[in-house]
């Protein structure tokens, strides 16, 4: 990125997540100030998005939603604590898993349709998921290709399918095959 605040659309935005307090000379660093938590961002999405494409996007499996809110519970009783007046080191946050290493143990799940909120979201992914070192997973309800999405995540992309019924495995063997062929990290199956 470069301190040039005068950026059209077009230009690629700065996908790359740091610690400590953002570079507010770049478009990334001042969304980064603006809307801090996920929280913050889900707020301007309401007023932002159409209400169709926000409900379908901030929506869980089940009545009531109860998955996302026990995830949510569970994540808000994390705390990560620094420890003063000890040895400082720089941590290794990075993990192995099915052969390739990756920067830290996460990855951006595989969401229905995230397109729909922002044109190219899928390839927005991709693209932080190569800058950062961590699998994107392509969900198979996606208006982007596996094979453009690979291409994108340059070797950090995963893919999710759902298993269906025998009557329909052939929708399950074509995207085997696709991904294969796309050299994803992974297959996801729910």
């Known amino acids: 990125m470069t301190e040039d605040n005068s950026k059209t659309s077009t230009e690629e935005p700065d996908y ?5 307090r953002p570079d507010t000379s770049t478009r990334a660093g001042q969304l980064k100030m603006l809307y801090p938590t996920i929280a913050d961002l889900r707020t301007k999405a309401r007023k932002r998005v159409p209400r169709f494409a926000f409900d379908y ?8 939603e109860p998955n996302r809110r026990g995830n949510a519970a569970a994540l808000d009783g994390i705390e990560i604590l620094p420890r003063y007046g000890g040895e400082n080191y720089r941590a290794d946050t990075s993990v192995e898993l099915f ?5 830290g143990p996460l990855a951006i799940a595989p969401m229905g349709l995230p397109g729909l909120v922002l044109p190219g979201g ?13 699998p994107f997973t392509l969900g198979s309800s996606a208006l982007a290709t596996v094979e453009e999405v690979s291409e994108l995540a340059n070797g950090y992309a995963w ?10 495995l052939a ?12 050299e994803v990290g992974a297959l996801v199956v729910t």
């Open 159 to 168: 893919f999710q399918i759902y298993r269906m019924p025998r009557d329909n």
């Open 122 to 134: 899928e390839k927005a992914f991709a693209r932080a998921a190569a800058a950062n070192e961590i």
């Open 171 to 182: 929708i399950n063997m074509d995207w085997i095959a696709r991904a294969t062929a796309a």
């Open 16 to 20: 790359k997540v740091t610690a400590g």
């Open 57 to 64: 996007v901030d929506g869980a499996a089940g009545a009531d």
């Open 99 to 103: 052969g390739k290493r990756y920067a």
